[in-house]
């Protein structure tokens, strides 16, 4: 490893863009004003008049490209009147996503009886409408939620306000059928209770509600508390809506080559990151009011006075070797690579150092930092050459993971095979077949590739590159001859030093 | 670019075992993009070839080139290939013959099997585009290759097994010709289709040679 790191200085853009004008993105753009930074706000509709004058406002405006890079984003940004190109330091996310009502997954149509959550917000945000609710013998109210998907806070905090909502209207009854009340947010517990104190009633059926729409509505569930059924006839029933990504966001993550998560909300999860950052460096999300104030730290963070002291060393290209052949630029987890001068490029701000391109890279063009090529293949041959005796086994552990599991289960004295030798990879995406075959080359009995367990990769895919070249390798194994055995693929956790001794005992075993 | 495939692993092991001293050579251009040819792959051969015959029993060689198919790039192997008793080039069919035809006393090996001219989909996937049949058409055809894409290569289509969208050779292979009906219709062009295109010279097939416009006196000089 090297001693020293050569630093480098980057100048970084000082000016933000906020993409998206709802209350997370407005509150973000004047929090990151008041760190000092230049914003410009832009969202595809209406922007509203920001109570800083320090944001530069445009509405009606789309993000159509995005090049550059962390400190240096290129955008060309297109409204009405025309084209116009911007640099910034940082981009903020603010998704607006939109809400489509579930009343087919209770087998109801809307009408005037049948209502979304979002027009019941409505009627009850209008005075003449309270009004009726509690003329004569004041009506009945349903909520139904949690049936049609599962639930979630921010749904639960919409039915408990409404609820109480109507409760308080006093001569008005508010009936909520929940199949989970999720109160994991702030101060959902305490408005759960004040709906109650107010006689607010609460089933949780379990169950979907059987619901009739005719002339009148019919609600029949089994309660499991008296164990009975119960029926009412309530004037109105809510039903919940389901948060819809919708096309401008899934367009905007890929303009700006950010990861959207199963479900597409932006960013993707992973627990390697602050919630409010996406997989590239500079590129924030703000998904709820509270993101805002940790994005406007994050950004003060990357920006600072606009200088930024990086390793020199993070990624590095052969300029002899490199074809441009991009394989590096589609591999980046983190969109950090790019190419110019006839090279490829990478941006060692935004550079995580996972080494995938370095991997995949089909002329061997990139070194990372401490990991370069020669450093790994120096490790394998001292990793091989001090085992006496068999098997000898080599693992390349991801540091993140299955190295602080080895070296636990070191520390711990749990049993490992005396032939064990570890060799630490920044992921496990930074091993190369060629390492591997170097390994059984240099006469290793075995070799694994020790990963992070699915979905935790702090590379967001260096474990299923890893994985899948494992698998290849396994193939090519067998052509040869040789046993596909002798090599493994297995996911770990850090805390796991028991069971990675097991698994690597069990290895030793079948070698 | 030209996308090659590795050779089966067997066959390759077979061509090199019986000689002592062998170089792999790479090329750095399309077979390297394409992921077959370039120095990973060399370094992933050589030591796939190591495993198979047992270290040291043939002593295996590494050199990637920028490009095989270039005679000033094959010539910094001059001194190397003389210590070797046989090649095997990674590059696509024209650099191989070209290594072979620098080093004529050496026995040279293909490792791999050149595939087509092709474009990107994603990392490690490509579909022919081209035939290289020498008569383009795509100005008539809305930038559609009816030789790549029809089953039957045919100028002028489409023929009766168009179906729907696809060929009769399959529902999964698309029709080059509603492809190219559709595009023209997009573009507001679709007069030309109706225009016909003379046959191709297949007669052209033989080997070809190419000379850019402005080098011709340049290789008369050269009395080739």
Same mark, same amino acid.
């Given at each position: 490893?090297a001693?020293?790191?050569?630093?480098?200085?980057v100048?970084?853009?000082?000016?933000v863009?906020?993409?998206?004008?709802g209350?997370?993105g407005?509150?973000?753009?004047?929090?990151?004003?008041?760190?000092?930074?230049?914003?410009?706000?832009v969202?595809?509709?209406d922007?509203?008049a920001?109570?800083?004058?320090?944001?530069?406002?445009?509405?009606?405006?789309?993000?159509?490209?995005?090049?550059?890079?962390?400190?240096?984003?290129?955008?060309c940004?297109?409204?009405g009147?025309?084209?116009?190109?911007?640099?910034?330091?940082a981009i =903020?996310?603010?998704?607006?996503?939109?809400?489509?009502?579930?009343?087919?997954?209770?087998g109801l149509?809307?009408?005037?009886?049948?209502?979304?959550?979002?027009?019941?917000e409505?009627?009850?945000?209008?005075a003449?409408?309270k009004?009726?609710?509690?003329?004569?013998?004041?009506?009945?109210?349903?909520?139904?939620?949690?049936f049609?998907?599962?639930?979630?806070?921010?749904?639960t905090?919409?039915v408990?306000?409404?609820?109480?909502?109507?409760?308080k209207?006093?001569?008005?009854?508010?009936y909520?059928?929940?199949n989970?009340?999720?109160?994991?947010?702030?101060?959902?517990?305490?408005?759960?209770?004040l709906?109650r104190?107010?006689g =607010? =009633?609460?089933?949780?059926?379990?169950?979907?509600p059987?619901?009739?729409?005719g002339?009148?509505?019919?609600?029949?569930?089994?309660d499991p508390?008296?164990r009975?059924?119960?029926?009412?006839?309530?004037d109105?029933?809510?039903?919940?809506e389901e948060?819809?990504v919708?096309?401008?966001n899934?367009?905007l993550?890929?303009?700006?080559?950010?990861?959207t998560?199963?479900?597409?909300?932006?960013?993707?999860?992973?627990?390697?990151?602050?919630p409010a950052?996406?997989?590239?460096?500079?590129i924030f999300v703000a998904s709820?009011?509270?993101?805002?104030p940790?994005?406007a730290?994050?950004?003060?963070?990357?920006?600072?006075?606009?200088?930024?002291?990086?390793?020199?060393?993070?990624?590095?290209v052969d300029?002899?070797?490199?074809?441009?052949?991009?394989?590096?630029y589609?591999?980046?987890?983190? /969109?950090?690579?790019?190419?110019?001068? /006839?090279?490829?490029?990478?941006?060692?701000?935004?550079?995580?150092?996972?080494?995938?391109?370095?991997?995949e890279?089909?002329m061997?063009a990139?070194?990372?930092?401490d990991?370069?090529?020669?450093?790994l293949?120096?490790?394998?041959e001292?990793?091989?050459?001090s085992?006496?005796g068999?098997?000898?086994i080599?693992?390349?552990c991801?540091?993140?993971?299955?190295?602080?599991?080895g070296?636990?289960?070191k520390?711990?004295?749990?049993e490992?095979?005396?032939?064990?030798?570890?060799?630490?990879v920044?992921?496990?995406?930074k =091993?190369?077949?060629?390492?591997?075959m170097?390994a059984?080359?240099?006469g290793?009995?075995?070799?694994?590739?020790?990963a992070?367990h699915?979905?935790?990769?702090?590379?967001?895919?260096?474990?299923?590159?890893a994985?899948?070249?494992?698998?290849?390798?396994?193939?090519?194994l067998?052509?040869?001859?040789?046993?596909?055995?002798?090599l493994?693929?297995t996911?770990?956790?850090s805390?796991?030093?028991?069971?990675?001794?097991?698994?690597?005992?069990?290895f030793?075993?079948?070698l | 670019?030209?996308?090659?495939?590795?050779k089966?692993f067997?066959?390759?092991?077979?061509?090199?075992?019986?000689?002592?001293?062998?170089?792999t050579v790479?090329?750095?251009?399309?077979?390297?993009?394409c992921?077959?040819?370039?120095?990973?792959?060399?370094?992933?051969?050589?030591?796939?070839?190591?495993?198979a015959?047992?270290?040291?029993?043939?002593?295996?060689g590494?050199?990637?080139?920028?490009?095989?198919c270039?005679?000033?790039?094959l010539?910094?192997?001059?001194?190397?290939?003389?210590?070797?008793?046989?090649?095997?080039?990674?590059?696509?069919?024209?650099?191989?013959?070209f290594?072979?035809?620098?080093?004529?006393n050496?026995?040279?090996?293909?490792?791999?099997?050149?595939s087509?001219?092709?474009?990107?989909?994603?990392?490690?996937w490509y579909?022919?585009?081209?035939?290289?049949?020498?008569?383009?058409?795509?100005?008539?055809t809305?930038?559609?290759?009816?030789?790549t894409l029809?089953?039957?290569?045919?100028?002028?289509?489409?023929?009766?097994?168009?179906n729907?969208?696809?060929c009769?050779?399959?529902?999964?292979?698309?029709c080059?010709?509603?492809?190219?009906?559709?595009?023209l219709a997009?573009?507001?062009?679709?007069g030309?289709?109706?225009?016909?295109?003379?046959?191709?010279d297949?007669?052209n097939?033989?080997?070809?040679?190419?000379?850019?416009?402005?080098?011709?006196?340049?290789?008369?000089?050269?009395g080739?």
């Amino acid at each position: 490893m090297a001693e020293t790191t050569d630093m480098i200085e980057v100048t970084i853009n000082k000016d933000v863009l906020v993409i998206g004008c709802g209350a997370q993105g407005l509150e973000s753009a004047e929090a990151v004003a008041a760190k000092g930074y230049k914003v410009v706000l832009v969202d595809d509709g209406d922007v509203p008049a920001p109570a800083s004058a320090d944001i530069e406002v445009m509405a009606n405006t789309t993000v159509e490209s995005l090049a550059g890079m962390t400190g240096d984003f290129r955008t060309c940004l297109a409204n009405g009147s025309g084209r116009s190109d911007r640099t910034f330091g940082a981009i =903020v996310v603010a998704p607006k996503y939109g809400l489509a009502p579930l009343n087919e997954a209770y087998g109801l149509a809307l009408d005037d009886k049948v209502v979304s959550m979002t027009q019941m917000e409505a009627l009850l945000g209008d005075a003449a409408f309270k009004k009726t609710l509690g003329q004569g013998e004041g009506k009945t109210i349903a909520f139904v939620s949690g049936f049609g998907q599962e639930g979630d806070p921010a749904a639960t905090s919409r039915v408990l306000e409404a609820a109480l909502t109507v409760q308080k209207l006093g001569n008005a009854r508010a009936y909520i059928y929940a199949n989970n009340v999720k109160v994991g947010a702030r101060g959902l517990e305490r408005l759960f209770t004040l709906g109650r104190n107010e006689g =607010v =009633v609460c089933f949780k059926p379990l169950e979907k509600p059987a619901i009739e729409q005719g002339d009148t509505l019919k609600i029949v569930i089994n309660d499991p508390v008296v164990r009975e059924d119960v029926a009412l006839e309530p004037d109105y029933i809510v039903v919940e809506e389901e948060v819809v990504v919708g096309r401008a966001n899934l367009d905007l993550a890929e303009t700006l080559r950010i990861d959207t998560d199963l479900d597409g909300f932006i960013p993707s999860n992973n627990v390697h990151r602050f919630p409010a950052n996406s997989n590239r460096e500079g590129i924030f999300v703000a998904s709820t009011l509270e993101d805002a104030p940790n994005v406007a730290l994050r950004v003060a963070d990357l920006l600072a006075s606009g200088v930024k002291s990086v390793a020199a060393n993070a990624a590095v290209v052969d300029e002899t070797k490199c074809t441009i052949c991009l394989t590096c630029y589609r591999c980046c987890p983190h /969109g950090a690579i790019f190419w110019e001068n /006839g090279i490829a490029a990478i941006s060692p701000v935004a550079c995580q150092g996972c080494g995938i391109c370095a991997s995949e890279c089909p002329m061997d063009a990139i070194q990372i930092g401490d990991f370069t090529d020669d450093a790994l293949k120096a490790d394998i041959e001292g990793a091989v050459a001090s085992v006496s005796g068999t098997p000898s086994i080599v693992a390349f552990c991801c540091q993140n993971s299955a190295l602080e599991a080895g070296e636990a289960a070191k520390a711990f004295d749990t049993e490992l095979p005396q032939g064990f030798r570890m060799i630490q990879v920044p992921c496990a995406g930074k =091993v190369d077949v060629e390492f591997i075959m170097k390994a059984f080359v240099e006469g290793a009995d075995g070799v694994m590739v020790a990963a992070c367990h699915e979905g935790n990769c702090k590379a967001e895919r260096g474990s299923t590159f890893a994985k899948w070249r494992v698998e290849e390798i396994r193939k090519r194994l067998e052509t040869i001859g040789l046993s596909k055995d002798r090599l493994i693929f297995t996911t770990i956790a850090s805390n796991m030093a028991e069971e990675f001794s097991m698994k690597v005992r069990m290895f030793a075993e079948k070698l | 670019m030209i996308v090659a495939e590795r050779k089966p692993f067997d066959e390759i092991k077979n061509m090199v075992s019986g000689y002592k001293k062998v170089l792999t050579v790479g090329c750095g251009t399309c077979v390297a993009v394409c992921l077959a040819g370039g120095s990973k792959e060399v370094e992933t051969l050589n030591a796939e070839l190591n495993l198979a015959f047992g270290k040291d029993k043939i002593e295996f060689g590494a050199e990637t080139v920028e490009r095989q198919c270039d005679m000033e790039f094959l010539a910094e192997l001059d001194a190397k290939a003389d210590e070797y008793d046989a090649l095997i080039s990674m590059a696509c069919g024209a650099g191989i013959q070209f290594l072979a035809e620098r080093f004529p006393n050496k026995p040279v090996f293909p490792a791999v099997n050149t595939s087509f001219i092709g474009v990107n989909l994603d990392v490690g996937w490509y579909e022919e585009k081209c035939r290289a049949c020498g008569t383009c058409v795509l100005g008539l055809t809305g930038g559609i290759c009816p030789v790549t894409l029809c089953a039957k290569s045919l100028f002028n289509g489409p023929c009766g097994g168009t179906n729907q969208k696809s060929c009769e050779i399959d529902k999964d292979q698309p029709c080059a010709w509603y492809k190219i009906h559709e595009r023209l219709a997009g573009q507001d062009r679709l007069g030309q289709i109706i225009e016909i295109s003379p046959p191709n010279d297949w007669s052209n097939q033989k080997p070809r040679k190419v000379i850019q416009p402005g080098y011709e006196e340049r290789v008369k000089a050269l009395g080739r």
